[in-house]
């Protein structure tokens, strides 16, 4: 055969290949609907075990390696769960046409939550000021006004504070949640809601505007003296696979602040260093290593994402510099051992590591 004819006959295998995956995905589709009836969960994880040991063996018996089978079948139970946890939102949704305005919806964090409302039946209405023109759009939220059944507040850190403020003012009868990255700039609009008599808690989703699967993800809700309003909110969210997770506003912010500014801190400094070391992009690529490369594309996502956002998680959190004094305590202190030539010290600290790392897997 010509290399034409066996591309061709590649492209024939592909179709037959596509048509498989979406006859599977009819499968799914069925077996999803079947759970939500018999009220089984979406997730079963003994079941995906099994799927997957079969297409290890299976992959042996036909030559094939068996880490290629293993990631196909990932991909598609990952579409599968996708789809299934979809169809559970939209059937199990509560909107019955309830109201939800969307403060800063044009966003993309703000985005997200308009369509998962949607999704669920809610009539959604979007206040921002890069909003479009039409029905349920508005470019100020005053216009919109606070008979919302529930209020999210999506916008800049800062502008939140005020806006959950001025929201207190007006007392709005229906739920309302933040969704910010910290809640130090927040407490005092968060309290003045609290203590208005409204139904106000706070959320922290710990996932990107990109996600579609939920399963895996964790929604932080940080209850600010209205247990109740942190139920509501909760319950939202049911029928998805996100994990739930409640503390307190100190705990978050003290938390967040080696979970999310250390980390961005770590990669900031990683990319920094790379770039003032005066040694060409393309030279490093060349002489990368497994432990580079995948760091390497972590500093990348870091440095693509808003940096105003990332300055304020550093800079608005009471708890901040605690994280970023602990940062520069390490980096001093492995520089101290290397210069000293104390291996058995730098020993001592990586088995320190290893055994924290081992206790929190």
């Known amino acids: 055969m010509s290399l034409d004819e066996l591309r ?27 759970k939500l009836v018999t009220g089984r969960a979406t997730r079963d994880f ?27 079948l990932r991909s598609l139970i990952h579409a599968s769960l996708t789809s299934q946890e979809r169809e559970r939102v939209a059937a199990e949704g509560k909107g019955n046409g309830r109201s939800v305005l969307v403060i800063g919806g044009a966003g993309k964090m703000g985005g997200w939550f308009v369509d998962f409302f949607a999704s669920q039946g809610y009539t959604t209405s979007i206040a921002d000021s890069r909003a479009t023109t039409g029905a349920g759009s508005f470019h100020d ?43 130090t700039p927040l407490r005092a609009g968060l309290e003045a809601l609290a203590d208005a008599g409204c139904s106000v808690t706070s959320l922290h989703p710990m996932y990107g505007p990109d996600t579609e699967l939920l399963s895996g993800r964790h929604l932080i809700f940080v209850d600010v003296g209205k247990p109740e309003a942190t139920a509501r909110a909760k319950e939202l969210f049911a029928s998805t ?13 003290r938390l967040i602040a080696y979970v999310l500014g250390l980390s961005h801190a770590l990669n900031i400094a990683f990319f920094t260093a790379l770039a003032e070391s005066g040694e060409a992009g393309p030279k490093l690529a060349r002489l990368s290593s497994t432990t580079f490369d995948a760091q390497l594309l972590v500093s990348a996502a870091v440095a693509q994402d808003n940096p105003h956002l990332y300055f304020e998680i550093q800079n608005l959190n009471k708890f901040g510099m605690d994280a970023l004094d602990a940062l520069c305590e390490s980096v001093t202190r492995i520089r ?21 790392l081992a206790t929190r897997r």
């Open 8 to 34: 061709d006959e590649l492209t024939s295998l592909d179709g037959r290949l596509l048509e498989l995956v979406a006859e599977r995905q009819r499968i799914v589709g069925k077996i999803g609907r079947k």
């Open 46 to 72: 003994e079941r995906e075990k099994v799927v997957l040991e079969t297409a290890r063996e299976q992959a042996k018996s036909l030559s094939l390696d068996p880490k290629l089978a293993e990631g196909i």
């Open 141 to 183: 939220w005053r216009d919109a006004g606070v008979e919302h059944d529930v209020i999210v507040v999506a916008t800049p850190l800062a502008v939140s504070g005020q806006i959950l403020t001025q929201l207190a003012a007006q007392r709005p009868p229906g739920l309302v949640f933040d969704i910010g990255s910290l809640k």
């Open 241 to 253: 696979m996100v994990q739930q997770l409640e503390m307190g506003l100190d705990d978050h912010d």
């Open 336 to 356: 101290s051992l290397v210069a000293e030539g104390d291996e058995s010290g730098f020993v001592r600290l990586m088995e320190k590591g290893r055994e924290y």
